[in-house]
């Protein structure tokens, strides 16, 4: 059990010192002669080796990984990954077909210009979005 707390300490150590300090690093390609600098983030790789060295020293069992991701729980995790690409894809479309510029320019008009009275439509949309979806989703999305 030490053995899990110690590499998850260190992930997330790592994780940040890579956040704040380190996010990409910067790589040479070549087309036709020329040189481009091409950034690669690296912080998303950082959970990734972390999980891989729980696998490989035997903290955690793939069964057992295996077993969370499909558990029937409220927090299973590709449910929650399915469903806010989902709604990532949803508001790509209505983004697109000019829904959110329609809303925004109409709430505009409405309150008058009116910082509190924006701040409180907004406050009543993401209200009225939670009863009816994923409070999760609905944080992640605004």
Same mark, same amino acid.
């Given at each position: 059990?030490?053995?899990?707390?110690?590499?998850?300490?260190?992930? @997330?150590?790592?994780?940040?010192?890579? =956040? *704040? +300090?380190?996010?990409?690093?910067?790589?040479?390609?070549?087309?036709?002669? &020329?040189?481009?600098?091409?950034?690669?983030?690296?912080?998303?790789?950082?959970?990734?080796?972390g999980a891989a060295v729980m696998l490989l020293s035997g903290c955690v069992s793939i069964s057992n990984v295996a077993d969370s991701f499909l558990a029937d729980s409220s @927090?299973?995790?590709?449910?929650?990954? =399915? *469903? +806010?690409?989902?709604?990532?894809?949803?508001?790509?479309?209505?983004?697109? &077909?000019?829904?959110?510029?329609?809303?925004?320019?109409?709430?505009?008009?409405?309150?008058?210009?009116?910082?509190?009275?924006?701040?409180?439509?907004?406050?009543?949309?993401?209200?009225?979005?939670?009863?009816?979806?994923?409070?999760?989703? @609905?944080?992640?999305?605004?």
């Amino acid at each position: 059990m030490s053995l899990v707390l110690w590499i998850a300490g260190i992930t @997330v150590v790592l994780f940040i010192v890579s =956040i *704040l +300090f380190c996010p990409a690093i910067l790589v040479r390609t070549h087309k036709k002669g &020329t040189h481009h600098f091409r950034s690669i983030k690296i912080y998303p790789l950082i959970p990734l080796v972390g999980a891989a060295v729980m696998l490989l020293s035997g903290c955690v069992s793939i069964s057992n990984v295996a077993d969370s991701f499909l558990a029937d729980s409220s @927090v299973n995790p590709l449910r929650i990954l =399915i *469903l +806010f690409l989902s709604m990532t894809v949803f508001s790509l479309v209505l983004d697109q &077909t000019g829904f959110f510029k329609y809303v925004s320019g109409w709430i505009l008009q409405r309150s008058g210009g009116g910082q509190y009275r924006i701040f409180l439509t907004l406050y009543a949309v993401i209200s009225l979005l939670t009863v009816f979806t994923s409070n999760d989703i @609905v944080i992640l999305t605004f």
